[in-house]
């Protein structure tokens, strides 16, 4: 698939088929994912893979918004965590995996949808309570010293949404010096 069409046919993708994701299939999405570039070379990002839909189903109780189609069904989830120790731009670095994570499920035939953990409270109305990564902590075996950015879901998807709504891209850019078309 040429790279254009490719991050075209990204979409996040909510409702998945319950078809199993097979394990070489998961091995390639995740070597793709951890070929990203990260900040000094740190490697600071480490992935978790839940597998089992029951546990993620539980994961979907992390936050009370966002997260609960993880209950429906998703054939498999990568928690995207960071090590702080290693690097300062450790959200940053996890965040590049994440998305290098979200391409090659499209290239792999797969759909995903990112889950974002990292400063959400647990319930949307109690901003200083719970936090939806000690929730998750509390589920999963995390790394020690991993904080988790995001969650991924993945499988293949019970049908893909149309193309992007077309937008203005001149509203997104600022062109200086001799960019300009």
């Not at 199993?20 to 390639?28: G, I, K, L, Q, S």
């Not at 120790?85 to 994440?98: M, P, T, Y």
């Not at 998750?136 to 998807?157: H, I, K, N």
Request: glycine letters at 6%.
């Amino acid at each position: 698939m040429e790279f254009k069409e490719l991050i075209q046919r990204r979409r996040s993708v909510r409702r998945f088929s319950t078809r199993p994701v097979a394990a070489d299939v998961v091995d390639r999405l995740l070597h793709a994912a951890l070929t990203a570039p990260s900040a000094r070379n740190s490697r600071s990002t480490r992935l978790l893979v839940v597998d089992d839909p029951a546990l993620v189903a539980r994961m979907a109780a992390m936050r009370d918004y966002g997260s609960a189609f993880l209950a429906e069904g998703v054939p498999l989830a990568v928690v995207v965590a960071g090590e702080p120790a290693l690097s300062d731009l450790w959200r940053e670095n996890a965040a590049i995996v994440a998305t290098m994570l979200q391409l090659a499920c499209v290239d792999e035939g797969l759909a995903s949808c990112w889950v974002h953990v990292h400063g959400r409270p647990s319930r949307r109305g109690e901003p200083d309570g719970a936090m939806a990564a000690d929730l998750l902590r509390g589920l999963l075996p995390l790394p020690e010293g991993c904080e988790p950015l995001c969650v991924v879901a993945v499988g293949y998807p019970e049908r893909m949404p149309g193309p992007l709504p077309p937008f203005d891209p001149e509203t997104k850019i600022v062109r200086l010096g001799a960019s300009r078309p």
